[in-house]
């Protein structure tokens, strides 16, 4: 089981429709993330859906890429890093979606390790307070 998790509990305004098909929409992830993101790999049956792929480039060049290992239409989306990401390893993203027609809410979480000993915090900073504020943003702005 991983060491680290952040974790993001965040309500919305707008309905659960909506939220999840912005936050399963891989080029909208930007507001959520400081990183330039676009799909590589289209999903089986969705663009976005499992098997797509996603390559995030992080400031300072360093990129990753994402895969999406299951998902449920505004339910659940769980991704995995399967391409770069050093030092995070054994990373496993989960958005739990619920709501109504009229407000929605969001439970994030991300599991992983550190391949640095004792550096987890820091990357759990590092992970957690854009995303944070990004959903906030989110929340504020609509979508």
């Given at each position: ?9 965040q309500?919305?305004p ?5 939220l999840?098909?912005?936050?399963s929409?891989?080029e ?17 049956g ?12 992080l ?74 504020a ?10």
């Open positions: 089981m991983p060491a680290h998790r952040v974790e993001v509990v309500n919305f707008f309905s659960v429709d909506k999840y098909a912005y936050l929409d891989h909208k992830l930007g507001i959520i993330l400081p990183a330039k993101i676009r799909r590589i790999k289209d999903g089986q969705s663009v976005n859906g499992v098997g797509s792929v996603r390559k995030l480039t400031p300072g060049g360093v990129s990753l890429e994402e895969t999406v290992t299951k998902a449920e239409t505004n339910r659940l989306v769980e991704y995995t890093i399967t391409r770069g990401g050093f030092p995070v390893k054994n990373h496993l993203g989960i958005m739990r979606f619920s709501g109504d027609a009229k407000s929605s809410h969001l439970h994030y979480t991300i599991d992983f390790d550190s391949a640095l000993p004792g550096s987890g915090w820091l990357l759990k900073l590092a992970l957690g307070s854009p995303i944070k990004g959903l906030k943003k989110l929340a504020k702005q609509g979508v």
